[in-house]
């Protein structure tokens, strides 16, 4: 026999240990692959644990029960999205109404502009009978919403299932918050208790500070855009006025867009002019917000690069769609935290290339 054929005595046991790691491999990503949407609702249910904690536990000092501390931080904070929620959607689908109504209008002054401006003749009529839809259209998209709505009810009921598992989620992270962490940290040595604590301790500070600051800043906003709504005589002034603090402070960089985009049809369908002085002040202010109030008022926060942060919010939008983009903006404060305490780093050589001032910076040192 060539003992040169003969496989080494370990050979069995090798290949059998990498198929068994190769099963587990593929048998774990099936699970979490599965379980995708339950992980996100426990991670998005964490991240609004972070941010309550804080209130929770003043109540708690104050004499609350933690668990009656919870419940009424969480309805306070579920009521205010429902009303606005609530408020936001009888506005945009009168507007939509309105729009609809003065389609014709905004048409007839579109096709004479054109054709004063370009010598043409085009007529209203010509244009409509273009535009028109088929009864038979009509009737075929009757028909799809029909076999939709099925899927529609599906989509609800899942929808309310979420909404449901997040709050209660949030709830039990934080009623129970030190039983769990207790938990934790029996499975872990002193040493690694210690990081496990700081690290908490820091990203509930980190997303609560974060939460605060933007709850200032968009009260502040709201009461600006409410007094100038109201000046301007623009209708639904004060549900457009949150409409804009809200969304303009927790998503950042787009929102501000997206904010400003209802209140100035809202104002365009009422005078032109209107629209365009309110578009000047929602820019003005915004300036202000940024350069001004934003850096005094989120002193004690995380500060962000805006290249970081709009990076951020894309790679939120795109893991967890709108509830991703919510959340984009805490969640990097809190890692960049993280990472800025626990990180060491090297002192930077002199270089014409590395000349610019460094920021002036606070940083907590973690405790270990």
Known sequence: MNSKNTLPSCAPRLIVTV????????????VLLQLTDLLSWILVSLFLSFALEPLVTQLVHRGWSRNLA???????FSGLVILLVATMIPLV???????????????TSLISYINNA????????????????????????????????VGFGRQLFYTLLQILAIILFTFYFVSDGPYLRRVICSFLSPKHQKIVLSTWELAIDKTGGYMVSRLILGAISTIAHYIILVILGVPFALPLAIWIGVVSQFLPIIGTYIAAALPLVVALLQSPSDAALLAVFIIAYQQVENYILGPKIAAHTMELHPAVAFAAVIAGASIGGIVGAFIALPVA????????VYVSRNEVIESKLTQAAPRKRKRKVAKT
């Open 19 to 30: 198929l068994f790691a190769v099963f587990i491999t593929i048998a774990a990503s099936y």
């Open 93 to 107: 689908v009168q507007q939509i109404t309105e729009v609809v109504k003065q389609s014709p209008a905004w048409l």
């Open 70 to 76: 919870t419940g009424f931080v969480l309805f306070v």
């Open 118 to 149: 370009a010598g043409t003749t085009i007529s209203q009529a010509d244009v409509l009978e273009k535009l028109a839809i088929s009864d038979q259209a009509l009737a075929r998209y009757a028909s799809s919403i029909a076999d939709n709505i």
């Open 333 to 340: 404060a809190m890692l960049q935290e993280i990472a800025y």
